[in-house]
């Protein structure tokens, strides 16, 4: 009796070739890696991805899981030792004192002298955080660069993104290459190009001062401003791409319908067009508002000593102050205000999705 | 006139020259890059008229619907609404409607905020535009369903909305994109009927564009049919049946037998035509032929007597064969071979219960009568 075709039996002979291939490629890589100049981190890299999705696999079958489920087993899994158990260490370590030690904190509880469990874990590292002013200033400085520069980048991106939406198909297809154009070049580079163009004897002021505008060069590094430019300009393509999708779902027989009605163009895109795209409006935000929030990198090359986000008292809590209970807790809160828009964004697309 | 002096209002508008016509449609183009869409329609519609533009995909009827409402802008030509040039006027100026072939409903609003929304443009009030829009929404019988959303409604309450919405701004004219288009066959047969009584409710000019030719005879006080961007044919739906001006348009409405043949010999009464699926045939002489021209001679199913016997007295008749048979029901369809090989499509009603039809494989006669033959030119 010869086993059909898609029977689970013969489907998991089929899988095994995978299973065996698997370390063996990641062996071959490790082997070779010299010769092809593959750093040693992508080789890692690549063995922690193929061993997780080996891994999860094994597991699943262990079990004894369905095969689609297997398939979601991996990612699980994948979040689950990145995303939640980092998550849970930092919880716990934001909990604890801070110890001149390896690791730099104390545990949780001690045996007391007299044999009883004596509690150290506190909320005193919270506590901490919202009694100094530069924790609660940092958090709402924060908040109001990551809000102004996503106003600013829904301000430039709708006008590109509805343009997009509406230019006929062949045009269409260049402008969006276009948007995800500087993704091919390194964010790092990108931002460093700015200061490029903002400072002191930069492009912007070197053109200014030679048409003759302006006398004095104008002080735009290390500044807020600067720290604007560079949000807006590295988080624009996160704007436009959502809202180019959900634009160019628009049908335009319902834009001819309000202008039958009465309705001026204007009229007709604050009625019909506007509203519609208020699903597109929320995830391109999110998608802003959300990194901007945390961001690190561009307040440390365009800001000045003046600029004041999270990200940047985050690093120092870590590296300079060596303090990781407070910057463990100052990660776990600023998690806390970026999961609550989060949420609300998966609440208003559920709503929207019921609508459909 | 005076023949009736109390019919006050002429129903039939274009029958009398001196009539004004509503909407004036002067040859028209439209091009699009290389292709002309509508080619020289000139076009004159009456005050009250349900006018239905009839035909197929991309003969141009939706582009001429298009540059009536203004969507799209005329490469030549004129068109008069009420005595006034459109060109220029834009869409959103126009005293004309469209009801969309998808409804265009807005998603986001309720059904009574979508009727309201052309109201609220011309700057009437909340409650006017509300009384009104409640107004219309009683006359497409979906008063208790103002409060919800286009979407929690059937593609016949949709197309329902999508009227209401179109006729409360009062348009002079409106202009239906293939309004039954969407509904199934039966929501279809009653729908075109509750649109009709609407129309001569309101008395609002309707144009109708629609590729189908059963929704134009119902609907239609007079029918265009397009073809190529050109109107083939202007007329009374019966006009259009009965006496086609082409084999287009004989063929296109309902389903019809067509033979070609020559002019013979003129008569007083009848001239004979000779074909070579008939042989020699006599039908109605008409004037402005020649003889030895070439004619075709259209022939409606339904109009062909099928007889096992031949049949007394018929002026033409040619036996043949029952190749096919389909019975509908109210009627059966057949397909009969002439000697020749020539299928002819016959239709029989049966009006009752026949206790021995005729079916396949029979041997009868095709009998025509002269006056059911139509003498086609072109």
């Known amino acids: 009796m010869s086993a059909a075709p898609d029977s689970p039996a013969r489907r998991k002979l089929a899988l095994s070739p995978a299973m065996i291939i698997a370390p063996l490629v990641v062996i071959a890589l490790m082997l070779v890696r010299r010769w092809l100049f593959l750093p040693e981190d992508l080789v890692l890299l690549i063995g922690a991805a193929l061993l997780f999705a080996f891994g999860g696999f094994v597991l699943g079958k262990l079990v004894g899981l369905p095969d689609r489920w297997i398939v979601i087993a991996v990612p699980m899994l994948w979040l689950f030792v990145f995303f939640l158990v980092p998550f849970f260490v930092l919880g716990r370590i934001s909990l604890a004192e801070t110890m001149i030690a390896r690791p730099p904190y104390s545990p949780l509880w001690e045996r007391g002298d007299d044999g009883g469990i004596e509690i150290i874990a506190s909320l005193e590292n919270y506590r901490f955080l919202l009694s100094d002013a530069l924790y609660v200033n940092a958090y709402l400085s924060s908040l109001k660069i990551a809000g102004i520069s996503t106003i600013f980048a829904l301000l430039i991106g709708y006008p590109i993104a509805y343009y997009i939406a509406r230019s006929p198909e062949p045009r269409r297809s260049i402008l969006l290459l276009l948007v995800i154009l500087p993704f091919w070049t390194s964010f790092l580079l990108r931002v460093y190009a700015w200061i490029g163009f903002l400072r002191r004897e930069g492009v912007i002021n070197n053109v200014l001062t030679w048409a003759g505008i302006i006398d004095e060069p104008l002080v735009m590094m290390q500044t807020d401003f600067a720290v604007y430019i560079g949000i807006v300009y590295t988080y624009l393509p996160f704007m436009i791409l959502p809202l180019y999708a959900n634009l160019v779902k628009l049908d335009g027989a319902l834009l001819e319908a309000a202008s039958d009605l009465g309705a001026s163009p204007v009229t007709t895109f604050l009625t019909v067009t506007l509203p519609l795209s208020v699903p597109g409006i929320i995830a391109g935000s999110m998608l802003v508002f959300i990194p901007a929030i945390g961001e690190y990198v561009i307040p440390a090359l365009l800001g000045g000593p003046d600029t004041l986000m999270i990200g940047r008292i985050l690093w120092d809590e870590f590296f300079s102050a060596r303090d990781w209970p407070v910057a463990s807790a100052v990660a776990i809160v600023m998690l806390v205000l970026v999961v609550l ?5 998966q609440s208003v697309q559920n709503r929207q999705e019921v609508q459909e | 006139m005076t023949s009736n002096p109390a019919l006050a209002v002429n129903t039939r508008p274009w029958t009398d020259p001196n009539a004004q016509p509503f909407i004036s449609i002067r040859n028209i183009t439209k091009r699009f890059g290389d292709f002309t869409a509508v080619n020289d329609v000139s076009l004159d519609i009456y005050r009250s008229e349900l006018f239905c533009l009839l035909g197929g995909s991309g003969c141009g009827k939706s582009t001429l619907l298009r540059m009536l409402s203004g ?6 030509g004129k068109i008069l609404i009420d005595g006034q040039d459109m060109a220029g006027v834009p869409a959103d100026r126009r005293p004309t409607n469209m009801m969309f072939q998808s409804y265009a409903l807005f998603p986001h609003m309720s059904v009574e905020k979508n009727v309201a ?3 609220l443009r011309e ?9 009104r829009a409640a107004e219309m929404l009683k006359l497409v019988k979906l008063d208790s369903f103002a409060r919800r959303k286009p979407h929690q409604l059937s593609g016949g309450q949709r197309q329902r909305v999508a009227l ?3 006729l409360a701004k009062q348009p002079k004219v409106l202009l239906l994109d293939e309004p039954l288009g969407a509904l199934d066959k039966k929501l279809r047969e009653e729908t075109q009927f509750e649109l009709i009584n609407i129309q001569e409710t309101l008395g609002v000019t309707f144009i109708v564009v629609t590729h189908d030719q059963d929704e134009a005879m119902t609907l239609a006080t007079r029918i265009g049919v397009m073809t190529d961007g050109v109107i083939a044919q202007i007329g009374e739906p019966r006009e259009i049946y009965e006496t086609p001006k082409s084999r287009f348009v004989a063929d296109f409405i309902g389903s019809v037998n067509l033979f070609e043949g020559r002019v013979g010999p003129a008569a007083p009464d009848l001239m004979r ?12 002489s008409a004037p402005g032929l020649t003889q030895g021209q070439t004619v075709w001679l259209a022939m409606r199913p339904e109009r062909v007597w099928l007889t096992r016997e031949p049949k007394p007295g018929a002026v033409n008749s040619v036996p043949g064969v029952v190749m096919d048979m389909g019975y509908v029901g109210h009627m059966s369809s057949y397909m009969v071979r002439l000697a020749n090989g020539r299928q002819v499509r016959v239709t029989q009603a049966n009006e009752s219960r026949r206790d021995n039809p005729i079916s396949w494989d029979e041997s009868v006669h095709v009998s025509f009568e002269p006056g059911d033959f139509r003498v086609l030119t072109q």
């Open chain 1, 341 to 345: 828009p989060i949420m609300w964004l």
């Open chain 2, 71 to 76: 969507f799209e802008t005329p490469t030549s």
């Open chain 2, 117 to 119: 929304y052309g109201l």
């Open chain 2, 123 to 131: 700057g009437k009030s909340k409650a006017e535009a509300a009384e």
């Open chain 2, 164 to 166: 209401a919405r179109a």
């Open chain 2, 273 to 284: 035509v000779e074909t070579e699926d008939l042989g020699s045939v006599s039908v109605p």
